[in-house]
């Protein structure tokens, strides 16, 4: 992976300048939150899936680079908005916007970067584009409140967890990689293709995330671990464990679930007995199971470097350890 972050280092650091030029508000708070957290460390995978998709798809000129950075401001929209949802403290190992500047800034910072990713959309005059991230925004929002609806619910069915990541994370993955196609004049077929990729790919890193809630290191997550469950998501590894305990330990799951601080004994406690039913091997061959569809995906465009390096970002979101 680190060779294909590498190789597209290049039109990164554009991306990058095209960010900060973006951040160009005349009302100073806003562009001082929005580079908090556009400053903190991304991994910037959207903005790389979209590079590649389009070197895949032999985009001629510097479109990309462009909506690479609309997607980001996309993407760091909704971060703040789920930290407020979420009341989190800490994102990307330093403290949250809301922390700093409270909810009502970071929502409204939040609404602006949402705006002006669709303002710099429109100036490319492509209703393809225009669509693509109009109903990606909203499935977006779909996403987010179908989550909401789902807190702390434990009869929640994977399908409707599947349903929830697909939405909330998947859509804008797929979004990006289909932006590549749509500026490289592509087929309907492989641009279908490439959104399925994202999509796959998207649903794997997901999974991937939920799981690495439970067992990574703190240090490396940049968060505290048990987030999730702190928060009343119920995802997969979760959602795993209560269909397949026994009664006597579900009863006590749901003790565990229900307190309103949870202390470290007890995420022991929860991950001790993922281990034992299986719970974290399981999200993990689910995570692969996505990542292998979506390298699958890309069955229709011949072997290059740039085909490649989507399979790489596909091993990459299941194998990371942050």
Not at 6 to 24: H, P, R, T
Not at 33 to 61: F, N
Not at 76 to 85: E, G, S
Not at 269 to 281: C, K, N, W
Request: aromatic share 6%; hydrophobic share 40%.
């Amino acid at each position: 992976m680190d060779q294909v972050w590498s190789n597209y280092k290049e039109a990164l650091d554009e991306v990058e300048e095209q960010i900060k030029k973006g951040l160009d508000s005349e009302v100073t708070l806003i562009n001082k939150v929005a580079y908090h957290i556009l400053s903190s460390g991304g991994k910037r995978i959207r903005p790389l899936l979209l590079i590649i998709s389009a070197q895949l798809c032999q985009s001629v000129d510097k479109r990309h680079i462009h909506l690479a950075g609309m997607v980001e401001f996309i993407h760091t929209a909704t971060l703040l908005h789920d930290d407020v949802l979420d009341n989190a403290e800490v994102r990307r190992g330093i403290p949250a916007a809301r922390l700093l500047w409270g909810n009502q800034a970071s929502i409204l910072v939040g609404d602006y970067l949402y705006t002006l990713a669709v303002c710099q959309a429109v100036k490319m005059e492509n209703f393809e584009i225009n669509y693509l991230l109009s109903t990606t925004c909203r499935r977006m929002s779909e996403g987010e409140t179908l989550q909401l609806v789902h807190s702390r619910d434990l009869d929640l069915t994977e399908a409707t967890y599947l349903q929830i990541i697909e939405y909330k994370t998947a859509a804008l993955l797929s979004a990006a990689c289909k932006l590549g196609g749509i500026i490289g004049n592509e087929s309907d077929e492989k641009k279908e293709a490439l959104s399925r990729y994202g999509r796959n790919l998207g649903i794997a890193f997901q999974v991937a995330d939920d799981t690495l809630d439970y067992v990574a290191d703190r240090a490396r997550l940049g968060k505290s671990p048990g987030k999730d469950i702190k928060e009343g998501k119920v995802t997969l590894p979760l959602l795993h464990l209560l269909q397949h305990c026994s009664s006597k330990d579900k009863r006590e799951l749901k003790k565990v679930i229900k307190k309103a601080a949870l202390l470290k004994r007890d995420l022991s406690f929860v991950t001790g007995l993922m281990e034992q039913y299986g719970s974290i091997a399981y999200a993990r061959k689910k995570a692969q199971d996505y990542a292998n569809r979506a390298k699958s995906d890309l069955s229709i465009f011949s072997d290059s470097l740039h085909r490649q390096a989507l399979c790489t970002v596909a091993d990459y979101v299941v194998r990371r350890d942050h």
